[in-house]
Structures are given as structure tokens and as C-alpha cells.
């Protein structure tokens, strides 16, 4: 019997210091992957920076209205659509017709905002997806959040808005990873249920059956130190669809000696891995279920064969099969 698989894909710009293009970063490379699942007969869920479309709508409509269209193809092509929101767009401007920068990186965590302006951010970003995915059906409804750079601890921070608007899926843990760069960016999933996903209530990390929400984390794996090495070498040698930068964060020395160890955790993604290490890695995984992630602005020719590959090899289904 096949392992069953999610496709999950985030769907924005780089939010570094060049956010790239509407065209290369989600258009292109979102068609080539709409056309690809298409012909396999499968379907995934696109997790939609929300707050960009917000500030897209204000200061690029015909690019707001493309962006728009292929939201609206997702839909009629059979696939979910989830929200995903990346705050710090409240802190951009505009470096040419259709890219963007930003002025501050303090507020890429949601959490560095006020009481007030998350539950802002998070309402008004999803009445502006909901719009959207009304014009497909009124009867469709939003009710899966990705947080954007996994940050979405402490959960009561955004807790109650989540509930309001209708969210009751979390794909935002990375099982076993962590990350601390405060106040920009943080989470740990050290500690989590060893489940395909699990119902909470007040915390992602602790299951509890009367919870109000399900977490359905993404797969991790281990990579040893010389596969790591590997990997990135090919990897390096891909060229991708987008042509912006991200928002990375520097680490001091010591920093950088405490990541230093025998294995390393990756999640399964066409980003982040060569075709052979991802395909023998999913092989050797005793997981039933596998929760895959991908940004169409970082796709190559690579990331198509592993898509491929998972169409074909596993059983692709819709997250709220599981449950």
C-alpha cells in the first residue's frame, strides 16, 4: 500500500531586501506546478501570504488582480487554499513597480506586535483571502493557518483571533526543530506528540482531545553531516524560478558552533533537498504519512522531479482526509 502525502506550498515573495517579482517568484513558477498536479490528478493546499495581497491591492492592483486569478485557479483546479501571514509587510515600500523592500525586519514575528495590531493583521488579511475564495463559492471556507517563519509560539498570542475567523487546521511545527534569533524570529518544537497530527486547545506542542484545533505537523528528517555537505554542494547548482532575497539572520561564532552536530534536521521539501537525498530519505522514513512543503519562487527543474516523484509513488490527499 502506498504512504499517503499532503502537498503543501507557500505562496510569496522573498522578504529580504528585494522581495523579487510577481511574475518569477508566484506566477510562473505556480502555473508550472498548478499544470504539473494537474497531470498526475492531484491536489494540494497553498498556504497565501495574506497580508502581502493587502498591501498588493493598495499599490499594485493589475498585479493584485493577476495574483488574484491564479488564487481562483488553485480553487477551480481542485486544490485548498490555506492563510498564511508574514506581518513584517506592514514595514514595506515599494522599490519598483511590482517589488518591494523593507524598512524594518522587527515585526517579522507576529507576536513583537500589540495585542491590537496582530488582531488587525490577522482579520484583515483573512477577510481579503476570504474575498477572494468567495468568488469560487460562497460556501467555501478558510479554515487552515501556516504562521509565517513557523512562529506561531506562544499560540495564545494568536489563539483566540484564530478561532473567531474560523481556523481549526495548524500546519506551522517543524517536529524536533527550533530556532532562536529573538526578537526576529523564534520557535521550538523540541517536545511534540510523535504523531501524523494531533487535536490542541492551548498549545501546538500538547495534545488534547476536547481541543478546539488540529496541528498537522510537517515531516522532518535527519541528515548526517556528510549528506548535509552533499546536498548543499548540489543544490547550489540549481537555478530557481525567483529572483528576490530573503530575510536571513546572521549567527555569531559560538552560535554557529552549538548548530555544529553529527545529524541535522531538514524538512521534507524540494526546497531544501536534491532530488537522490529526498528521494532515499522518503524511502527510508517508517512515517505513514508524509506532510511535504515547497515555495513555488524557490523551484527548479530538481524540484519538479521531486514533485513528480511524489505524485506518482505516493497516495496525494487532502489534509482533512486524515481526520
Known amino acids: 500500500m502506498k504512504k499517503k502525502i499532503i502537498l503543501t506550498f507557500d505562496y510569496e515573495l522573498y522578504l529580504g531586501k528585494d522581495s523579487g517579482t510577481i511574475d518569477k517568484c508566484m506566477l510562473e513558477p505556480t502555473q508550472k506546478i498548478l499544470e504539473s498536479l ?6 494540494g493546499i497553498f498556504f497565501i501570504d495574506a497580508n502581502f495581497l493587502v498591501i498588493l491591492k493598495q499599490q499594485c492592483l493589475s498585479g493584485y488582480q493577476m495574483v488574484k ?36 525586519y522587527e515585526n517579522f514575528r507576529i507576536h513583537n506586535l500589540n495585542k491590537e495590531q496582530i488582531s488587525s493583521i490577522l482579520k484583515d488579511s483573512f477577510k481579503e483571502l476570504d474575498l477572494i475564495c468567495k468568488e469560487f463559492s460562497q460556501h467555501y471556507k478558510i479554515d487552515s493557518f501556516r504562521a509565517g517563519g513557523w512562529c506561531v509560539q506562544p499560540f495564545s498570542s494568536v489563539k483566540e483571533i484564530l478561532k473567531e475567523i474560523g481556523i481549526k487546521y495548524d500546519f506551522s511545527v517543524l517536529p524536533g526543530m527550533k530556532k532562536n534569533s529573538l526578537p526576529r524570529h523564534y520557535y521550538d518544537y523540541s517536545l511534540t506528540p510523535n504523531k501524523p497530527y494531533w487535536k490542541f486547545a492551548d498549545d501546538p506542542l500538547k495534545e488534547d482531545s476536547n481541543g478546539d484545533f488540529i496541528e498537522i505537523p510537517v515531516t522532518v528528517t535527519k541528515l548526517n553531516i556528510f549528506s548535509v555537505l552533499y546536498n548543499k554542494r548540489k543544490i547550489r547548482a540549481y537555478s530557481i524560478y525567483g529572483n528576490g532575497k530573503g530575510a536571513y539572520s546572521t549567527s555569531g561564532f559560538f552560535e554557529l558552533l ?25 524511502i527510508n522514513t517508517n ?3 508524509i506532510v511535504y512543503v515547497a515555495h513555488p519562487k524557490n523551484f527548479s527543474s530538481e524540484s519538479f522531479l521531486i514533485l513528480k516523484y511524489c505524485c506518482e509513488n505516493y497516495n496525494v490527499i487532502k489534509y482533512k482526509d486524515i481526520v
Open 38 to 43: 494537474k497531470r498526475h490528478n492531484a491536489n
Open 258 to 282: 552549538k548548530k555544529i552536530r553529527i545529524f541535522i534536521k531538514y524538512a521534507f521539501s524540494s526546497d531544501y533537498m536534491s532530488f537522490d537525498v529526498f528521494v532515499k530519505n522518503m
Open 69 to 104: 486569478k491564479q488564487i481562483l485557479d488553485m480553487l477551480k483546479n481542485g486544490n485548498d487554499i490555506g492563510l498564511h501571514i508574514h506581518p513584517h509587510w506592514i514595514d514595506s515600500y515599494m522599490i519598483s513597480k511590482d517589488r518591494w523592500s523593507f524598512r524594518s
Open 287 to 289: 512515517k505513514e504519512l
